[in-house]
């Protein structure tokens, strides 16, 4: 295998498929990268047992072949060297990489142990435009759970049905609900995405009006997005069904502005760092919304300006939970639904309804003595 291409052409290719290649694996080729050279273009194939990501970049290939190397090591390298035309050439023992005059040798292993990956296309598929799904995972995919005790919990629930797209996550003490329009597709669709798969799969979009399709065949998901293709196992089981945990009432109801919320918790934060719970507490009242923090580095008290409807309601959370819900809100007024201090509430546009957040409280030494 022998080859010319532009540093700063096959530097961006390497950097993308490496995302897909294995950081804890006892196979070393799922390390790799795999590059094939064949009728002037360049392939660069990663894959970590979950996700592959493949591209095609063109280039002067002077001997067809194709070799593995370490996706990291090669990324990283030829990362520094983007402005210089590279030219990559096998030996016996690896390759070697020029530019200018010099040249690097890398360790290879044989693109024979590479597994097979992606297969058939599949004909079921929905289409939407790259902002509204790129949109759609960032107020999602962070809720996804990232342990193993619960697996199917690591990934987001994708339902394509009635034109439109709606996404559920969940990781045991939060929730988020989404749904964005869809511009087409096979017919009704329910899977589950690895959370992971959707972070790539936004990386790889600009977000602007062009349209992409997923297309699903058993338990397999590919996308592509030009000259990059993505394939990702899904999760196979039953999924939490959010209506079976979904308040359809509350009895108590504050209004206020985001920004204004959002400083005074991140200011709370400060004061309980490094705190297991992050616990903040809630003082809802007809007068306003007292905010509380309390830790052995200090105290904090401060009001924020609230309009109450409903019940008054004394309540603690954790301040991470509440803030990642704020921060990915779109209007300047939000509103925060209540039942109890032990059970369920929801985070929300003051008006825009299609996205939402349920947070479970923490209970207090107070609540559990019944105070």
Sequence with gaps: MKFICEGIIISDAAITVSKACSAKTTN???????????NDELTLTAYDGEISIEQKIKAEVLEEGEVCVNGKFFSDFVGKISDNEVVISENEKGIKIGYGDNETFMQVLPAEQFPKVGGERGEEYFELKESEFKNLIAKTAFCCATDESRPILKGCLLEA???????????????????????????????????????????????GDDLIRLYVNKNMMSLQIKETLLNSRLYVGEFVRKENIYPVEFT???????????RSIERA?????????NLVLFDIKA?????TANSEMGNFAESVSAVLSGK??????????ILDA???????????SFNTSISPFTVENETDKTSSYLVLPVRTSAQQNGD
């Design 252 to 262: 108590t109801e504050v209004t206020l502005l985001k920004d204004e919320l959002i």
């Design 161 to 207: 049905k009635e034109g439109k797209l709606y996404a559920t996550a969940l990781d045991g003490f939060r929730m988020a609900v989404s749904e964005c329009e869809t511009a087409g597709g096979s017919g009704d669709m329910k899977i589950v995405c690895p959370a992971r798969t959707l972070v790539e799969i936004s990386r790889m979009m600009e977000g």
């Design 326 to 336: 704020l921060k990915v809100l779109d209007e300047d007024k939000v509103k925060l």
């Design 287 to 291: 007068s306003g919304l007292m905010i």
């Design 312 to 321: 008054e309601l004394k309540i603690a959370m954790n301040g991470k939970y």
């Design 28 to 38: 070393p080729v799922l390390e790799c990268i795999k590059i094939s050279a064949k």
């Design 269 to 277: 934060s400060i004061v309980i760092r490094g705190d297991k719970n």
